[in-house]
């Protein structure tokens, strides 16, 4: 059984920063990859960013160089650093975990994001 529990969404200004935070409890290993997801009203859930065990990191093209994956092993935990954010990143962010490569197998219940001003 594995956890995800994500915090640190809320309303932002465009171009003010946000982080969120994803802590990940249970049956886990400090070698599961760990990344995020959104999803925007009206819209199909899709990939922000991935992040492997060792660092590795991955991102959509809308997100690259605005936002950053970080994880803390020894807390379990991911991030996601979001700057500069603009309306269109309004959604719903799901953290995740991945056994293998791809797809994520878990996934936390989610943390509303809106940007506006």
């Known amino acids: 059984q594995v956890q995800l529990v994500e915090s640190g969404g809320g309303l932002v200004q465009p171009g003010e920063s946000l982080r969120l935070s994803c802590a990940a409890s249970g049956s886990i290993s400090s070698n599961n990859p760990m990344g995020w997801y959104r999803q925007a009203p009206g819209k199909e859930r899709e990939f922000v960013a991935r992040?492997?065990?060792?660092?590795?990191?991955n991102y959509a093209d809308s997100v690259k160089g605005r936002f950053t994956i970080s994880r803390d092993n020894a807390k379990n935990t991911v991030y996601l650093q979001m700057n500069s954010p603009k309306p269109e990143d309004t959604a719903v962010y799901y953290c995740?975990?991945?056994?293998?490569?791809?797809?994520?197998?878990?996934w936390g219940q989610g943390t509303q994001v809106t940007v506006s001003s």
């Open positions: 992040i492997s065990s060792g660092g590795a990191t």
């Open positions: 995740t975990m991945y056994r293998g490569l791809w797809p994520p197998v878990y």
